[in-house]
């Protein structure tokens, strides 16, 4: 089969043995993004887009039946990627055509045409569960370089939604810290007091503990002002505007 198999780009009466293929592919492999598309209908008309959109796709024929498909697109520059790449977005080979060379004949005319578009290097993204695919690509060079996350964009807002805008420090302060920041804000003060030629006094561990309680109290809730009408003197002790 090897000598027989012929690759060229594919063409109008291509695509619907193309999405068919395609369809099979996710079959073997799928993830929730491509399962969500995997209808041939709509996969035809996504080739077609592709396809308008300057993308390459690649088919394999024996004895003019299609038995492979391979679509790659050519990458401009990226903030990270000073030049072009060419990525292969799918490859597939039908069972009965495997361990044949219809992998290595799609992919070496790949390869060429990325030389040709001036692409120093060639990604792909084989599905997760893919394990042939991964030890196929393993075995030509590829190497990992990234890993994707996928979420769908209405969920993203949701989640953004629910979460809300982060607290200046990120995080919520636990009790250590909170005990820490308190005694710290404490000997400040203390300190201030005492260059003011101000009696500091004992120090009043209840006040500190309300201190400490506030902190843990006001970290819980990143957006609230300090409670209306309560100040503190240089000594620490709770005043209200209104005595």
Request: with cysteine; aromatic share 4%.
């Amino acid at each position: 089969m090897r000598a027989a198999v012929e690759i060229r780009a594919v063409e109008a009466d291509d695509l619907a043995a193309v999405a068919s293929l395609a369809a099979e592919a996710v079959e073997e492999s799928p993830t929730s993004v491509q399962a969500a598309q995997a209808e041939p209908g709509r996969l035809v008309e996504h080739l077609s887009v592709l396809l308008a959109a300057g993308g390459n796709v690649l088919v394999a024929t024996h004895e003019g039946e299609a038995c492979g498909f391979l679509v790659v697109r050519m990458i401009e520059p990226l903030l990270f990627a000073p030049t072009s790449s060419a990525y292969v977005d799918a490859l597939y080979v039908t069972p009965e055509a495997r361990r044949r060379g219809v992998g290595h004949a799609l992919l070496a005319s790949a390869s060429s045409l990325a030389a040709e578009k001036g692409a120093e290097h060639v990604y792909c993204a084989p599905a997760p569960g893919a394990r042939g695919m991964q030890r196929f690509f393993a075995r030509l060079g590829f190497a990992p370089a990234s890993g994707h996350r996928v979420v769908p964009t209405a969920a993203l807002q949701r989640r953004l939604a629910q979460e809300g805008p982060q607290s200046p420090r990120g995080t919520r302060l636990s009790r250590r810290e909170a005990t820490r920041a308190a005694i710290e804000d404490l000997v400040a003060r203390r300190r201030r007091a005492r260059d003011a030629g101000l009696p500091t006094g004992p120090v009043d561990l209840r006040d500190f503990q309300a201190q400490r309680e506030a902190m843990l109290e006001a970290a819980s809730a990143p957006h609230a002002g300090p409670r209306d009408g309560a100040v503190l003197d240089p000594v620490g002790r709770g005043e209200s505007l209104g005595s």
